[in-house]
T-cell receptor
């Protein structure tokens, strides 16, 4: 069965600082990987996705993520955080075989941005 | 920009009552998903439709939950009877097909008292 671990429940950074959110996955084959962002009381917005090819993917709002097969990781990065980036971030792995399309999410990382 | 629509946005109900949520996916999206998100956790899949057919409902508590997508477009998720533990955000998502990214609606926040 697939699973996702986000080791950091809560991260605090200063505005303008760099950011890295960690994500480790467990899946028997090459996975689909996603990062979503959720503001309080809202739905999830897709930041970026990895399906195949280039392991460094660019997303919206200046975010990027790197797929590292050897480490089973898909960490999210941003070089300079803005106050509006404060939200909860979810990493997800998508199934390719049985349960094709099903997303399994991590428990999320809450990002707080100090001015 | 096309969006997934959900209603109502908020619902308060008493335990043992029936409640229903509605979802209208992005036009043309054949795959529709219902997720439940308990506060402080990531979403968990309840049911997946491909057109009007259920593809995966292995995590749906079928004794009290039901879902339908009769014409392969919009969908309804029902709970009867509601229990206190059903309090959560119910999210609907859609995609062109299972190999594409999913787009989420704003969700329905359910509170059972």
């Amino acid at each position: 069965a697939q699973s996702v671990t986000q080791p950091d429940i809560h991260i605090t950074v200063s505005e303008g600082a760099s950011l890295e959110l960690r994500c480790n996955y467990s899946y028997g084959a090459t996975p689909y990987l996603f990062w979503y962002v959720q503001s309080p009381g809202q739905g999830l917005q897709l930041l970026l996705k990895y399906f195949s090819g280039d392991t460094l993917v660019q997303g919206i709002k200046g975010f990027e993520a790197e797929f590292k097969r050897s480490q089973s990781s898909f960490n999210l990065r941003k070089p300079s955080v803005h106050w509006s980036d404060a939200a909860e971030y979810f990493c997800a792995v998508g199934a390719r075989g049985t349960s094709y399309g099903k997303l399994t999410f991590g428990q999320g990382t809450i990002l707080t941005v100090h001015p | 920009e096309a969006e997934v629509a959900q209603s109502p946005r908020y619902k308060i109900t008493e335990k043992s009552q029936a409640v229903a949520f509605w979802c209208d996916p992005i036009s043309g999206h054949a795959t529709l998903y219902w997720y439940r998100q308990i506060l402080g956790q990531g979403p968990e899949l309840l049911v997946q439709f491909q057109d009007e057919s259920v593809v995966d409902d292995s995590q749906l508590p079928k004794d009290r939950f039901s879902a339908e997508r009769l014409k392969g477009v919009d969908s309804t998720l029902k709970i009867q009877p509601a229990e206190l533990g059903d309090s959560a955000m119910y999210l609907c998502a859609s995609s062109w097909d299972p190999s594409y990214e999913q787009y989420f609606g704003p969700g329905t926040r359910l509170t059972v008292t």
